[in-house]
Nanobody, 124 residues
Framework: QVTLVESGGELVQAGESLRLSCAAS????????MGWFRQAPGKEREFVAA????????LYTDSVKGRFTISRDNARNTVYQQMNSLQSEDTAVYYC?????????????????WGQGTQVTVSS
């Protein structure tokens, strides 16, 4: 069983930055492909970013490319998402997710484990 705990969400002004963290326990992080998803009020949960086990490969949704960076520290069992130039459209609950299959993916159904989420609110 894998437990994921997100942190770092808060209220910020448009244009500011935040770094989200996701601490994993139950398995070594190096065995997990990790992803970030988000869900805005009244909308479906959507893919944001994913990173392979060794961090060689990463994927991003188009709306965050160039602004968000996903990274991982396997020694600390933690995944990060650096979010720069935040916009009001980035307001959402952000979820960390993990799966044991091969390869990064945008598909929510491929992820086996989920955190409880952390709220990011961007005020314009």
């Amino acid at each position: 069983q894998v437990t994921l705990v997100e942190s770092g969400g808060e209220l910020v002004q448009a244009g500011e930055s935040l770094r989200l963290s996701c601490a994993a326990s139950g398995r070594t992080l190096s065995s997990l492909v990790m992803g970030w998803f988000r869900q805005a009020p009244g909308k479906e949960r959507e893919f944001v970013a994913a990173i392979s086990r060794s961090a060689v490969e990463s994927l991003y949704t188009d709306s965050v490319k160039g602004r968000f960076t996903i990274s991982r520290d396997n020694a600390r069992n933690t995944v990060y998402q650096q979010m720069n130039s935040l916009q009001s459209e980035d307001t959402a609950v952000y979820y960390c997710a993990a799966h044991l299959q091969f390869g990064t993916t945008r598909k929510m159904t491929r992820y086996d484990y989920w955190g409880q989420g952390t709220q990011v609110t961007v005020s314009s």
